[in-house]
């Protein structure tokens, strides 16, 4: 019988955070700690913001951020109609992320549906289904949804659904491709020989099997959803006063850049870490998910 030394534990430590950090390295539980975060204050924007988005104090405005010399009430200061940055911060940020989420699980589910039947029923099906995405992979998405915008009119519907029509294309190919792969493999071509309904083989069986990889490619998509919905709010033809989105903060900060930066540099500064956070995480997902690069 052998007793364990008490040096085993310490010496052991060591090779556990190496082979956690290795696991998990910094930069990525920091993205996902920020994105937790995000989440968590869209979510509570009700009770932890101080004003309400619309709430105006004229008599306050353009008041910098507190560590300029700003008022303790206004911790980032206030913008043009006395509005506090914080507060219209953190609603902007709910906004945000629901418009992204919602129009990025449109696109997740026309693209996904596409594949599914164009693998399905190949011939003439396939070929038009692919020639569709061809031709919206090769249209400037940005010009179309202005176009869209412009003639129909702008509502917050219709703008989550031009939001949702991007992207859908690359859904739809990765969709086809590893359905088409995954046909042919053994555990398909049985449940096929059972007598299986291709409805029953596909929604149990093929689709559980590619679901991580449709998952990463919804975190790939989602900050270029959050970007698109920046530049169209920026450019005024996204979310309308008086309701609020990062994009629609920051265009409405960019005549003040002079006089009261901090209008639009704080949402800038938010879209930069909740994209850049969300790509990181996507980024190493794919690599864990992916059975080629896991061993890497």
């Not at 009700?46 to 560590?67: E, G, K, M």
């Not at 913008?79 to 992204?100: C, K, M, P």
């Not at 491709?177 to 929604?203: E, F, N």
């Amino acid at each position: 019988m052998s007793i364990a030394s008490p040096l085993t534990e310490p010496a052991a430590a060591p090779g556990r955070a190496r082979r956690f950090l290795r696991r998990y390295p910094p930069l990525v539980l920091l993205a996902a700690l920020f994105i937790i975060l995000t989440l968590l204050i869209s979510a509570a924007a009700d009770w932890i913001a101080p004003y309400h988005y619309t709430t105006q104090d004229l008599s306050n405005r353009l008041l910098p951020p507190v560590f300029l010399g700003g008022l303790a009430q206004y911790p980032l200061g206030t913008d043009e109609l006395g509005r506090d940055i914080l507060s219209r911060l953190i609603y902007a940020t709910r906004f945000s992320v629901i418009i992204a989420i919602l129009g990025t699980s449109i696109g997740a589910v026309l693209g996904t549906l596409i594949g599914f039947i164009a693998a399905h029923f190949r011939g003439w099906v396939e070929e038009t289904l692919m020639m569709l995405v061809d031709a919206q992979a090769s249209m400037p998405f940005m010009l179309l949804a202005l176009a869209v915008l412009a003639f129909f009119g702008n509502s917050l519907v219709l703008f989550i659904v031009v939001l949702g029509i991007n992207g859908w294309e690359n859904y739809a190919r990765l969709t086809r491709g590893m359905v088409l792969s995954a046909s042919s493999q053994g555990y398909a071509v049985a449940v096929h020989a059972l007598g299986a309904t291709p409805a029953r083989i596909y929604t149990r069986h093929i689709l559980p099997n590619i679901l991580s990889v449709l998952i990463v490619q919804f975190t790939l998509n989602f900050p270029a959803t959050i970007l698109l919905e920046t530049s169209m709010s920026f450019l005024g033809l996204g979310i309308q006063p008086p309701l609020t989105s990062l994009g629609q903060m920051l265009g409405s900060g960019r005549s003040h850049l002079l006089l009261a930066w901090w209008i639009a540099v704080l949402p800038g500064t938010m879209i930069f870490l909740s994209t850049l956070s969300i790509s990181m995480f996507g980024d190493w997902l794919r690599d864990r998910l992916d059975p080629t690069l896991r061993n890497r």
